[in-house]
């Protein structure tokens, strides 16, 4: 019998608390047995491979990894998106292959600019979220506030699940409005360690033996509020996106850690079906297929090799099996895949739908390829963004534009950069949705391509992919052709000066369609 699944990441704003809560999921799903691990292997793997020195510079996670833990039955793949401000597509990326989100939000900021992105993300998509308010060992913001900033700043019905008792000093506990139960801090650090008191009800004399006068008011009068002044929990409103149910809790100290993962096995869908070509593939299809979200090349420096990430959309994924890469049209066989259990990586066996495996590879798959046994199904869905940054590359050493075209085309594929060629004149350039993108490229140039090469202002402001019928292309590259590149697969791509620049060649050429978005 195959375990059911729930594949999902975690999306907030840095600091808030997402590594010590994944840590504190992993921990309390049995994976990890230290406090502290997840930062510590981090920084391992991080100094072991040594690629990503910016990573280290800032302390920051650029890459994305998957986290596996099972409990009563239920497998968990956890993605982790990368939390830093400046993020790249890989972010938007990795929230395509997951099927729910945890929106984790600092007691005292509410909503954040990251989290407002990456949650705009998730509702392109659809994808359910459930929110925990984390810190409220400190002092944080009014409860009620925050539900009100969450509904008002993402149009998103609140239900609060569960109510503080108080927060910072005068913090007692956590009251739980589904299970009734109380939870308190024990010991010096006040932490949560299982002390948990079932009660009757928010009412229930039996607080008064537990909390302070202030706290048993909290829950009963706050508590009453906030259930009669929020919506009730609904199943639908919440696997629509439209409704998000509110946990309050501190990571740190393991209040509502266990909430939220009972929650996820509630009420998070199991693997979803996946928008593709001629319609949407469900999980129960028999064909193994599924999708590469992300590409992750040198892992080790000295090996040439690339993991590509697939999540698997449907059917029995057994080693050894030939899949067909979309962009390549000839089968592989996956003789060594490669899951991703907290501990280490793990050769798998088998895998199922809403698994993530990574395959190893020499540069034939890409994001956005299909991999499917009969080479039928292609999914959708999997972006480019027009980047906002664009700038020409200036190679130090003119002598190494073969390895710079190699550096530029592997970063691309990983998804780092997206690079165009222009159609007249010889800089290649690049552009990227966030500036530390230009940072990573830089430093891994150097680092993995030995390849010196300086960034300067370019004319552009924002690029956009044409279309259109064969002779208005023509057309329009004889008037156009100083602002023509070709990106990495060939496709036209119109270099605007500014938005208006877009606006006005739209206008001019009713025929054409000048998209910010391409999908593979
Ligand atoms: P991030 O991944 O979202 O960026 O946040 P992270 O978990 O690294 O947490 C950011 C800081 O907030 C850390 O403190 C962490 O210990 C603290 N933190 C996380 N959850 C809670 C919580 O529930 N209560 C309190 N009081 N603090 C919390 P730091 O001092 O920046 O880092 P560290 O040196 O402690 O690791």
Redesign the pocket.
Known sequence: MTSERRTFAII????????????KLLLTGGAIHLA?EV?ARGQARRARSDWMKIEQQRG??VTSSVMTFERDGITFNLLDTP?HEDFSEDTYRTLTAVDSAIM?L?AAAGIEPQTLKLFEVCRLRSVPIITFI?????EGRDAFELLDEIAEKLALDTSPMSWPVGMGGLFEGVFNFETKQLHLPEGDGKEYRGKTVQTDGAEDPKLAEYLSADGVERVAEEGLLAREGYPEFDFEAYRNGDLTPVYF?????E?GVEAIIDAIAKYAPAPRPQPAEGGEIAPDREEVTGFIFKVQANMDPNHRDRIAFMRQVSGTFKRGMKLTPSGLGKPIAVHSPIMFFAQDREIADTAEPGDIIGIPNHGTLRVGDTLSEKNEVRFTGLPNFAPEILRRVQLKDPTKTKQLRKALDDLSEEGVIQVFYPELGAQFIVGVVGQLQLEVLISRMEAEYKVEAGLEASPFATARWVKGPDAAIKQFESFNRANLARDRDGDLVFMAKSPWDVNYQAENNPELTFSATKER
Do not use: Y
């Open positions: 907030s704003h840095p600091d808030a608390g997402k590594t010590t809560l994944t840590e502290g930062k920051i996670s939390g984790v600092d984390n810190k409220i060992d400190r809790g501190s990571a740190l100290k209040f």
